[in-house]
């Protein structure tokens, strides 16, 4: 393994059992009835690359090809079967925002809370209160509790905090389709930025544009197996997608 | 991006080795992010009593409706008279409220906070850690009550009482936090777990030394003598007689012969035995938990 090796995916296999028996009479019932208890699942099968330090790299595939369980299993969220998965600092992303947002407490008590989530401590979020608000833009809602605010808000603020997370990767999970235009150019902006500062960087989206805007490296899944490894171009190719086809990104992609 | 060419060295990258990702130092980590579980502890007393009247008071209110029962009703029937009772019930309450609060709330703890532990990673013990100490918080009151209660009869504690104090805590925050990491990780598996929970806290209250003094026991120990042994086993046994140690008995007029007749022999070697296989626990708890919580993502 080289030394600026940032992530490393090493013949990754991860299945899951499909079962519902989550008390332990419907355990009971079933296996007396001799009925299967659960099914396996294999939704990433022998996955292997490396990515450098710097290295951007976009997962495509279609739905249910594994994409986002291969970001969890990087997050660290899952843990895989079978083979390894290693990676080097701090991993934060763009997946799930807001997830630890709680509509009960006010917008500024929400970006310390999922500010804590993400991994920062008091004094980070003091030092990036500033920079998180006006990136949002939310500065007189800030008050407010959560529950009143607009999904699209609720968002902006969920992503303001993501953003500004200290990482050294970035995972980021088919999130920029939310969010009105100017603000999803603003987010883009400010990834390419993250990206300009040296970030390794996990990007899974249908886009084709943004995956070519953003990443160098391309990955395609399908049915859990990696056909194909290349450029984020060819890799668009790969897997049948238009570059012109998405009516979504084009703005967003010119915005770089 | 270095630039050395001598054989490359996992150290020699400032970003320290390559890791695997989410691998945690369960309780210790949780305890170096600890303004996480300050702030995850808040925004639960928030959320709790968010909207209603009297807000943080409905923490005093059960207690207190628990406490009037247990003193008038089962006062009724007792035929067995203990010189203050009250403070007797008062004692182990807190701590009986204390290990309900850790078994109830602690088992749905993982269960409660699937949205985070399914996308985010933070060490999940974070979550059972976070409700046991809740718990804590809402002893606070309870101990200020039963101090005013302790101050006007009396209360003179030896140095003992006031190692019972403490001890007593210990014993019931280490077997808590115990209680708490096993149920909310078997409960990620088998629903069943907080249904066991609720049972167990329905026995819980009969069979520690809180509504009865500990004498009674002593009094039906003779023929029982494994039984007796059994009910001594119980940590929150331990925890409810040594806080009866520390309140009940320096506020009453004979402490000395009411010990004698009320606490069991070698209670402080039993106790710090006790506290001795909490930890010992604490650390099972945590192997199982860090084995567990593997799965916790997909299983939710």
Known sequence: MSDSASIVVDHVVKRFKLSNQKTIKRLSVNAAKGRELSRAFTALDDITFTLNQGDTLGLMGLNGSGKSTLLKLISGVMRPDEGKVLARGRIAGLIEVGAGFHPDLSGRENIYLNGAILGMTKPQIDRKLESIVAFSEMEQFLGNSVRHYSSGMFMRLAFSVAVHTECDIFLIDEVLAVGDQPFKKKCMARIQDLKAEGRTMVFVSHSAKQVVALCERGIVLQKGRMTFDGTARDAVKALGYELDDDDDADEVAAGE | MTTAMAPARETDNPLGPLRVPGASGGLIEVFRRRYLLKLLVRKELRVRYQGSVIGLGWSYVQPLVRFAMYYYIIGLIMTHRTPGRALLIFSGLIMVQFASNCLG??????????????????????FPVSNVAVSLYHMLPMYVILLIGVLINGWHPDGRAVLAIFLGLAIAIVWGLATALVLSATNVFFRDTQNVADVINVVLRWVVPMIYPFGLIMHHAQGHAFLYQVYLLNPLTSAVLLADRAFWI???????????????????????????????????????????????????
């Open chain 2, 105 to 126: 709330q602690g088992s749905k703890a993982i269960l409660k906070n699937k949205s985070l532990v399914r996308k985010i990673n933070l060490p999940r013990e974070m």
């Open chain 2, 250 to 300: 320096p506020s009453m007029a004979n402490p000395a012969k009411l010990a004698a007749a009320n606490m069991p022999s070698h209670l402080f070697e039993r106790s710090f035995l006790m506290l001795l296989a909490g930890l010992v626990a604490l650390g099972l708890a945590q192997l199982l938990f860090s084995r567990l919580e593997g799965r916790f993502a997909e299983q939710l």
